[in-house]
């Protein structure tokens, strides 16, 4: 994919202010932390339009990135982060299942988890919940480089098992821009179809 533009369009607290217009949107979603702003950016081949958060769990809105005024990417808040209130999670889980339940123009829903670990107890039921829904799925399995490449293989069939899943899943490294390749192939051969 060629990125002829970027840019930020909004953060929404409320659905009345996710965009119009119906531009298919690719969701990214994953636990706070597992390499989402870094892997967005390195997509993008922006230094910093997603923030890397300094501080996990702090971005708590959708935000939405419009590119080649094609298509977007949607980025939303990062589970599983214990600091916030029980009410705050339930409010936040509510409108991601709003916007993932909803929204027409969702193409595909990349679900992120680190490679390094068995999936959480959150990645999993995020993950059977995704499986519910009507929409594309796949599976980035971030920080690759943090393990050996032999390793990889192991690694996959892990998550594949903690998660229960036979969605793909695709290892990655932001750090090495490996596997970018890969997910701009699935992301191009959903928007042809
Ligand atoms: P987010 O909370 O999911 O948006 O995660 P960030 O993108 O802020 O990344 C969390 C931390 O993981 C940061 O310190 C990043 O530098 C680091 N990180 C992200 N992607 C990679 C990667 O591919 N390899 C390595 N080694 N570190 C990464």
Known sequence: MIIHSSTFEISAVRPSQWPTGGLPEFAFLGRSNVGKSTLLNRLLNR???????????????????QINEQFRFVDLPGYGYAAVSKKERAQFAAMIDRYLIDREPLLRIAQLVDIRHAPSKDDVEVHAGLRTLDV??????????????????????????????????????????????????????????
Request: hydrophobic content about 40%; cysteine-free.
């Open 136 to 193: 594309p799925l796949i599976v980035i399995a971030t920080k690759a480089d943090k393990i050996g490449k032999s390793q990889i293989d192991a690694h996959v069939r892990q998550i594949r098992k903690g998660l229960q899943t036979d969605v793909r899943i695709l290892p990655v490294s932001a750090e090495k821009r490996t596997g970018l390749e890969e997910i701009w192939a699935i992301l191009e051969a959903d928007l042809d179809n």
């Open 47 to 65: 230094k910093s339009l997603a923030r890397v958060s300094a501080q996990p769990g702090k971005t708590r809105q959708i935000n939405f990135y």
